[in-house]
């Protein structure tokens, strides 16, 4: 689950293209999709494949160009590909880009769902991934009641995803766990043996306080006969939000105060199995 109380609709992350096809091409409203790696034909034919298809359809083709097509903004392009089905094309993924496709994919207040077929776009080097997220999840908000994506098989974007979206099923979750915790390994190994040695810990004093915006002291101070100190165990709560597994009070991942109402048992048994696997390596 997402922490709560981010202000917006439902966000979900899903392990691969089937599992998102699934959850958005049958879904009520108008279906706009985003595609990088398909094309518009092999989209098309995914949502045809689902359950009952809906029929109202927008998709917005990062890349390429459309033939006869009508120049709406920049490097937006737009054009009718079918009966309920029209194309816009963002030659360059820039947030000013996005808007413009968005605004030509949902022009009226209508009831849509947004699905993302790889976000990777939102990862580039040069840019700040948490803003630019941040930004775009502000355009689907506005426009779209749910908003459903495939996460990258690119490390970096894991923990910025997974804190601020919920998991589609258990296949997602042991997946972000996984890739996250791998990545924790690699990036920054001393907080990784702390989480490794901690993190059952971390867990009892989450089940155990009674507070929804604890400080890691607070947490502590609700396990009976620690074995960690304040310092230890936050740095094994900190991976948890990192991981997407427990809230924070406040806008950025650094916030002294958790929300435990982000707090997400299941992943946090994804974190430790995965965790014991390096373990047994």
């Excluded at 094309?39 to 494949?49: A, G, L, T």
């Excluded at 459309?66 to 947030?95: E, F, I, K």
Aim: hydrophobic share 35%; charged share 30%.
């Amino acid at each position: 689950m997402a922490p709560e109380g981010n202000g917006r609709g439902e966000t979900v992350l899903h392990a691969d293209v089937d599992s998102l096809a699934r959850a958005t091409g049958t879904a009520e409203g108008r279906h706009v999709g985003i595609l990088s790696d398909h094309s518009v034909q092999e989209w098309q034919r995914r949502i045809d494949n689902t359950p009952s298809p809906t029929a109202d359809r927008h998709f917005v083709k990062l890349g390429g160009k459309l033939r006869s097509a009508t120049a709406s903004a920049g490097g937006v392009q737009t054009r009718p590909m079918g009966p309920n089905l029209d194309v816009t094309v963002v030659n360059n993924a820039t947030a000013a880009d996005l808007e413009h496709a968005l605004d030509e994919a949902v022009p009226d207040a209508e009831e849509c769902v947004l699905a993302v077929e790889d976000p990777s776009f939102l990862f580039a080097e040069d840019t700040d991934a948490g803003d630019r997220l941040e930004q775009f999840l502000d355009l689907a908000d506005e426009r779209c009641e749910t908003l459903h994506a495939r996460v990258p098989n690119e490390p970096r974007a894991v923990t910025t995803l997974a804190r601020r979206f919920e998991f589609a099923d258990d296949r997602c979750r042991q997946w972000i766990a996984e890739m996250g915790v791998t990545q924790l390994r690699d990036d920054d190994p001393t907080n990784f043996g702390y989480l490794r040695s901690n993190w059952r810990e971390a867990r009892r004093g989450l089940e155990a306080v009674d507070m929804v915006y604890p400080q890691s002291k607070q947490i502590h101070e609700a396990i009976p006969e620690p074995d960690t100190t304040p310092r230890t165990l936050g740095a094994a709560l900190q991976a948890f939000v990192e991981l997407g597994a427990l809230g924070v009070w406040g806008d950025t991942v650094a916030a002294n105060r958790y929300d435990t109402r982000g707090y997400d048992p299941e992943m946090v048994d994804e974190i430790g199995r995965a965790v014991e696997q390096f373990h047994d390596e």
